[in-house]
């Protein structure tokens, strides 16, 4: 009789701190990608390709699948390539991935329909 008072709120709790786990492990992972993706992007003859190739290297080997890139210029406009920026211009490599992608459970029950996001601002390397 006790388990059955017992178990609903054992099962509520095992399944949120499975959640809320993956969501901090993923969220590190798209943190260190866009990281990385920002250290291609700054970089002499950066190509888009590039970047993406950075980020989703770094994603697919912590079995995160699926993340969008962007790839921004100091005024938020798309930067295609990344190499177009001027020297010492903030380039900003934005990674984002909705939860219900990366979720080890069949249907999120705290996090669901909520978007993960990371983002680093890296001053463009360049000779003036």
Do not use: K
């Not at 709790?13 to 990608?33: C, D, P, S």
């Not at 250290?39 to 590039?50: I, N, Q």
């Not at 699948?65 to 938020?76: M, T």
Request: charged share 15%; no cysteine.
């Amino acid at each position: 009789m006790e388990f059955a008072v017992v178990a609903p709120l054992f099962f509520l709790l095992v399944f949120g701190m499975i959640e809320f786990g993956r969501m901090v492990m993923v969220q590190q992972v798209i943190t260190n990608a866009s990281r990385e993706g920002a250290r291609v992007a700054v970089l002499d003859g950066a190509e888009t390709s590039d970047v993406l190739l950075a980020v989703d290297t770094y994603t697919t080997a912590a079995s995160v699948e699926g993340a969008e890139v962007r790839i921004l210029g100091p005024n938020g406009e798309t930067l295609d390539p990344p190499s177009s920026a001027g020297y010492g211009d903030p380039v900003t490599v934005e990674v984002s991935i909705p939860f219900d992608q990366v979720s080890w459970l069949p249907s999120p029950m705290f996090l669901g329909g909520s978007t993960m996001s990371a983002t680093t601002v890296m001053r463009r390397e360049t000779v003036q």
